[in-house]
């Protein structure tokens, strides 16, 4: 017997699915998995849910770019919970947090950032407005639009693009040869900014960026 047979699916045809990141155990979120979710989150390696408000299939970080690995799928002695323990990419909550979970019972009051999340800028991680200001730059890209500067850079094409981030570097030296920190953060900010547009000139998603950057950790 297939062993997704011995899942015990509701009458809606659900099973909860309770997201636990592997390296940390910190349980990041739950959500609900039918048949065919499950089996493309099996033969993927990524996490696939059912939406029960829209009644459709969605891949966790299809378009934020936070997906999911899956690293190990279990389900309970009763078979009607699966526990799934993976590697996340960047947040699991909408908010801009790893976990879901952060509003407490007993006592009453919200939990910060856990110790293991990207520090948080304005009420989002640092993760979330990367990934944001990626999503805009890519669907400027896709859907040009009339007066947008980023879709002008697309038209101009490679060259200007990469004469762009030359001179933001340029300017980012010269605002830190100046020492100054106003000059630093605002030419800096351009030169992320004309980064992430060669990023997806490349079609190099910034979640591979963020992963390369975790191999900086050392």
């Given at each position: ?50 939406s029960r408000s829209r009644q459709s299939l969605w891949q966790k970080g299809e378009t934020s770019g936070h997906v999911q690995k899956v690293q190990e799928m279990y389900y309970d002695c009763d078979g009607d919970t699966l526990l799934i323990k993976v590697e996340q990419v960047g947040v699991a909550c909408h908010e801009g947090t790893l ?120």
């Amino acid at each position: 017997m297939n062993t997704i047979d011995q899942i015990k699916f509701d009458n809606n045809g659900l099973v909860p699915a309770i997201i636990q990141q592997e390296q940390t155990g910190i349980v990041l979120m739950l959500a609900y998995m039918n048949r065919e979710s499950l089996l493309k989150t099996v033969e993927t390696g990524v996490t696939w849910f059912f939406s029960r408000s829209r009644q459709s299939l969605w891949q966790k970080g299809e378009t934020s770019g936070h997906v999911q690995k899956v690293q190990e799928m279990y389900y309970d002695c009763d078979g009607d919970t699966l526990l799934i323990k993976v590697e996340q990419v960047g947040v699991a909550c909408h908010e801009g947090t790893l976990s879901c979970f952060r509003r407490t019972i007993v006592p009453q009051k919200v939990e910060g950032e856990t110790a293991v999340t990207i520090p948080p800028v304005y009420g989002q991680s640092v993760s979330t407005i990367l990934h944001d200001l990626y999503h805009v730059v890519n669907d400027r890209k896709r859907n040009p639009q009339a007066g947008s500067y980023t879709t002008y850079l697309f038209d101009k094409g490679q060259d200007k693009i990469l004469k762009k981030v030359g001179e933001e570097a340029a300017e980012t030296i010269i605002a830190s040869k100046n020492n100054s920190k106003e000059e630093v953060l605002y030419e800096m900010a351009d030169l992320w900014y004309h980064c992430l547009v060669l990023l997806v000139y490349h079609n190099i998603n910034i979640s591979e960026l963020l992963e390369e950057l975790q191999k900086r950790r050392k």
